[in-house]
């Protein structure tokens, strides 16, 4: 996959990895650690947040990991990074911050890369280099077996993630089409977070919402 200056990948050629606890860590890197095709430090942690929240999308787990995030007792981090993920291409900026705290906290790698990225993005450079290094501590500590998913089943279409891979490597937010954003926009919401405010919640009927 090439993403040098004026080369555009084509998005449907571009391959998923597998979920990055079980993935490659040189391959999973190479698809979240993008070459630099963007002029600016502020427009770079854009393109690579949106690279990198497509392919949490794409995971093959990703709808298996959202039903545990709602239908386990115990906490599962993929699924909050998954859910980080959705809310972030639905636009709810403040609640994938949230949710992808909530999955660095329970040891999500990832998760605390696309903090990072979002604080780079936001020109918060100080909080960017905290979950950088959080991230890098994350990475070197031993990975625990992982619970066996069912992912038959996608999250969402290879098209949508096609389209949002095209809004990413064209420089533009990255963004969920309509009918899928309404979707998220009515996940119930939690307002007792003082820092948040509003937070929307995982919905049990979330993964076959989003099917319909």
């Given at each position: 996959?090439?993403?040098?200056?004026?080369?555009?990948?084509?998005?449907?050629?571009?391959?998923?990895?597998?979920?990055?606890?079980?993935?490659?860590?040189?391959?999973?890197?190479?698809?979240?650690?993008?070459?630099?095709?963007?002029?600016?430090?502020?427009?770079?942690?854009?393109?690579?947040?949106?690279?990198?929240?497509?392919?949490?999308?794409?995971?093959?787990?990703?709808?298996?990991?959202?039903?545990?995030?709602?239908?386990?007792?115990?906490?599962?981090?993929?699924?909050?990074?998954?859910?980080?993920?959705?809310?972030?291409?639905?636009?709810?900026?403040?609640?994938?911050?949230?949710?992808?705290?909530?999955?660095?906290?329970?040891?999500?790698?990832?998760?605390?890369?696309?903090?990072?990225?979002?604080?780079?993005?936001?020109?918060?450079?100080?909080?960017?280099?905290?979950w950088r290094h959080q991230a890098d501590?994350?990475?070197?500590?031993?990975?625990?077996?992982?619970?066996?998913?069912?992912?038959?089943?996608?999250?969402?279409?290879?098209?949508?993630?096609?389209?949002?891979?095209?809004?990413?490597?064209?420089?533009?937010?990255?963004?969920?089409?309509?009918?899928?954003?309404?979707?998220?926009?009515?996940?119930?919401?939690?307002?007792?977070?003082?820092?948040?405010?509003?937070?929307?919640?995982?919905?049990?009927?979330?993964?076959?919402?989003?099917?319909?």
């Amino acid at each position: 996959m090439s993403t040098g200056r004026g080369v555009q990948p084509n998005p449907r050629e571009v391959q998923v990895p597998r979920n990055p606890t079980e993935a490659d860590d040189d391959a999973w890197n190479r698809f979240l650690v993008a070459p630099r095709p963007f002029s600016t430090e502020h427009a770079q942690a854009t393109h690579e947040l949106g690279l990198a929240t497509t392919l949490v999308l794409g995971m093959p787990t990703a709808a298996a990991s959202l039903d545990l995030l709602v239908n386990n007792d115990r906490i599962h981090p993929e699924g909050a990074l998954v859910l980080g993920a959705l809310l972030y291409v639905a636009g709810h900026r403040d609640g994938a911050q949230f949710w992808w705290q909530f999955a660095a906290g329970g040891g999500s790698y990832t998760a605390a890369s696309c903090l990072s990225l979002l604080h780079r993005s936001l020109g918060e450079l100080g909080d960017a280099e905290v979950w950088r290094h959080q991230a890098d501590a994350l990475d070197a500590e031993p990975r625990t077996p992982q619970r066996a998913l069912d992912f038959q089943s996608s999250l969402l279409p290879a098209g949508v993630l096609a389209e949002i891979l095209t809004l990413c490597h064209e420089g533009l937010d990255v963004k969920l089409p309509p009918r899928l954003a309404a979707v998220i926009h009515q996940l119930p919401v939690d307002s007792d977070d003082p820092e948040y405010g509003e937070l929307p919640q995982v919905s049990s009927t979330l993964v076959r919402d989003l099917a319909r």
